[in-house]
């Protein structure tokens, strides 16, 4: 067989799949998974915000347009979620997006609070 990979389907007759295609395949899935936990994370967000959130739409659309310009900027100095591991390495805990929703949320519940203690202040 080589480098192929026999898959049988119901109808008793095997498919190959060659190696290389498997391989895309199977980084196509992978690919396709990671856009689905963004999509998750972007949904639950919309639901976090719709029922705690006292910021606007167009406020939160700011946060996240100013943490991704920051983030760019700043991300070799302020990686949250890198550690060296004396044995190891350098080891990266937070993807990119983890750290950016972190700084979102972060910047969102300080706005949040500050808007909140103003108006009881009146």
Not at 30 to 50: Q, R, Y
Not at 59 to 78: A, G, H, P, R, V
Not at 86 to 96: A, E, K, T
Request: proline share 2%; glycine share 2%; net charge negative.
């Amino acid at each position: 067989m080589g480098n192929n990979l026999c898959i049988e389907d119901r109808s008793e007759n095997p498919s190959y799949v060659k190696k290389e295609e498997y391989d895309k395949l199977n980084n196509d899935n992978k690919l396709l998974m990671e856009k689905i936990t963004k999509l998750e994370l972007t949904i639950i967000e919309n639901i976090e915000h719709t029922k705690t959130s006292n910021l606007s739409k167009k406020t939160l659309e700011k946060i996240d347009l100013f943490i991704e310009e920051w983030y760019l900027k700043n991300n070799d100095e302020i990686d949250i979620g890198k550690f060296d591991i004396p044995i190891i390495g350098n080891i990266d805990l937070f993807p990119d997006y983890i750290e950016k929703h972190l700084y979102k949320k972060l910047i969102a519940a300080t706005l949040s609070f500050i808007k909140e203690s103003a108006i009881q202040i009146e």
